[in-house]
C-alpha cells in the first residue's frame, strides 16, 4: 500500500509531462494584456439583453422562405400543413439544444453578448441554458471539428460589424422557419453571420445559410434584436428538463425532484402534494 | 394590416404559452385561435419552470360545466419575468376567473391568456410577444 501510492503518482508524472502538458507546438492561449482588455473597451457597445423580434421573424419567412430544393420543400410543406391543421410537429420537443441556425432565427428568449480578449459569449435560456462561444483570437476552424448543436465559430471585427464564420454543426440541426416546421441541415451546414447595430438599441443580425443537401442557393437572411437594460430583464436560468420535474419531499425529508405524471393525451397531471 | 398584426400577435402569444402537453416548444397551432373560454375556479398549483410555467386550475367554464382540472401553460419564466411576473404572482387556493385560448381537441386545456384575482381584481396578463415587438426600451 505505501509501495503502491508512490508508483502511482511517479507513473501519473510521467504520463502528463510525456504526453500532454509539455507537448511541444500546442496551441495555449496567452494571458491578456492591458492591451487586450483596453481593445475591448474600444468596441461598440452591445451590453444589456437583446430580446428578438419576434413578428419579425414570420414577416421575414413570409416574405424571404429559404430556397429548399424539392425534398426540403416537400417536408416543409407537410410541416407546415401539419401546423395549419392543428397537429404541429414540435421541433423542440425534446429539449435539445436549438442549435444553429435555429437560434438565431426563430427564439423567443434574449440573448446576451459578452466580450473577452479572444472571444465573444453568446449565452441565452429557455431550452438549456443557450451559449455560443465566438473565437475572435485569429484562429481558424480545426480541420475536422467534433459536430455540436452550435458548431465552431470565428469572428472578426470589420469596422463595428462582427463577422461570425460557424461551421462544425451537428446534422440534425434544423434549418427551422418556426416552432413546427424546418428541416434538418443534413451535414456540411456553413453559417456566416454580420452582426452590427443599426440604430442605438437595435442590433440586426445578417445570416447567409449555406445548407447544400436542403438549400438550393445560400439563404440570405436577417432577424433583428431590441436592447433592454431593464434589470427583469436579465437572462435567467434556463434548465429546459427541469419542466419535466416536480418539486417535493422525498421520505427522509430531502428536497427532490419527482417526474411528472401525464395523462393519456400528454397534458401534464398537477403534481401531487 | 393592424389586423393581420394584431392577430398575429394573438398566435404568438398562444405559442408563446404552449400546449398543455409533455413536450417543450410546441406550435400554438393546436389552439383555437378564434375562441376564448373563461374560467372559474381556484389555483391548484402553479408550476414556475422552465421552459414553459404551466398552472392547474380546478374550476369550470363560466358558461357551465363540471368543475374539474384544467392544464393551463405560458411562456418562460424569463419571458414572464420581463413582463412583471414572478413565481408568486399565483398561490395555490387563489380564486380567478381565467381566460384562455382552447385546444381544438376540446381536452380541458389551453393557453393562458388573462386571469384576474378575485380577492384583489388585479389582472395578470402574459402577452410579453408585443412588448417585445414594441422595442420598449427604458
Known amino acids: 500500500m505505501t509501495l503502491r501510492r508512490p508508483l502511482i503518482a511517479l507513473c501519473l508524472s510521467l504520463w502528463t509531462t510525456a504526453g500532454f502538458a509539455s507537448e511541444p507546438g500546442q496551441a495555449v492561449n496567452p494571458a491578456p494584456t492591458p492591451k487586450d482588455w483596453a481593445a475591448i473597451a474600444a468596441l461598440p457597445d452591445w451590453s444589456g439583453v437583446w430580446v428578438p423580434d419576434v413578428v419579425d421573424q414570420f414577416r421575414k419567412v413570409n416574405t424571404n422562405a429559404p430556397p429548399w430544393n424539392s425534398k426540403a420543400a416537400q417536408e416543409a410543406s407537410a410541416l407546415t400543413a401539419a401546423e395549419q391543421a392543428g397537429h404541429p410537429k414540435g421541433l423542440f420537443v425534446d429539449c435539445l439544444p436549438d442549435g444553429l441556425p435555429a437560434l438565431m432565427l426563430i427564439a423567443h428568449n434574449p440573448l446576451e453578448f459578452v466580450f473577452s480578449p479572444g472571444r465573444v459569449l453568446v449565452l441565452g435560456e429557455s431550452d438549456g441554458d443557450r451559449q455560443r462561444r465566438i473565437y475572435t483570437d485569429g484562429r481558424g476552424h480545426p480541420a475536422d471539428p467534433d459536430p455540436t448543436f452550435y458548431g465552431h465559430s470565428i469572428g472578426h471585427w470589420e469596422g463595428d460589424t462582427l463577422v461570425v464564420d460557424t461551421v462544425g454543426v451537428l446534422p440534425e440541426t434544423y434549418v427551422a422557419v418556426s416552432e413546427s416546421v424546418g428541416v434538418a441541415n443534413n451535414g456540411d451546414l456553413h453559417v456566416v453571420e454580420r452582426l452590427h447595430l443599426t440604430a442605438p438599441d437595435t442590433l440586426t443580425d445578417d445570416l447567409t445559410i449555406t445548407a447544400p443537401h436542403e438549400l438550393t442557393a445560400p439563404w440570405k437572411t436577417s432577424r433583428i434584436f431590441y436592447r433592454h437594460r431593464e434589470r427583469q430583464y436579465e437572462i435567467g436560468e434556463g434548465v429546459c428538463l427541469q419542466g419535466k420535474f416536480a418539486e417535493s419531499v422525498d421520505s427522509h425529508g430531502d428536497a427532490v425532484f419527482i417526474p411528472l405524471q401525464y395523462a393519456a393525451d400528454g397534458s401534464p397531471l398537477p403534481p401531487k402534494p | ?138
Open chain 2, 1 to 138: 394590416m393592424r389586423r393581420q398584426t394584431a392577430a398575429l400577435i394573438l398566435a404568438l402569444s398562444a405559442a408563446s404559452a404552449a400546449p398543455p402537453t409533455a413536450e417543450a416548444h410546441h406550435s400554438f397551432a393546436m389552439y383555437d385561435q378564434t375562441r376564448t373560454v373563461t374560467l372559474k375556479g381556484a389555483i391548484k398549483t402553479f408550476l414556475w419552470s422552465n421552459p414553459h410555467v404551466v398552472i392547474w386550475l380546478e374550476g369550470a367554464p363560466i358558461t357551465g360545466g363540471a368543475p374539474s382540472v384544467w392544464t393551463i401553460e405560458l411562456t418562460s419564466p424569463g419571458n414572464l419575468t420581463r413582463i412583471g411576473w414572478s413565481r408568486t404572482s399565483l398561490k395555490p387556493g387563489d380564486a380567478v376567473e381565467m381566460q384562455i385560448l382552447p385546444l381544438r381537441d376540446g381536452q380541458q386545456g389551453g393557453a393562458f391568456k388573462a386571469a384576474k384575482l378575485l380577492a384583489t381584481g388585479q389582472v395578470l396578463e402574459a402577452n410579453w410577444v408585443q412588448q417585445s415587438q414594441t422595442g420598449a426600451h427604458p
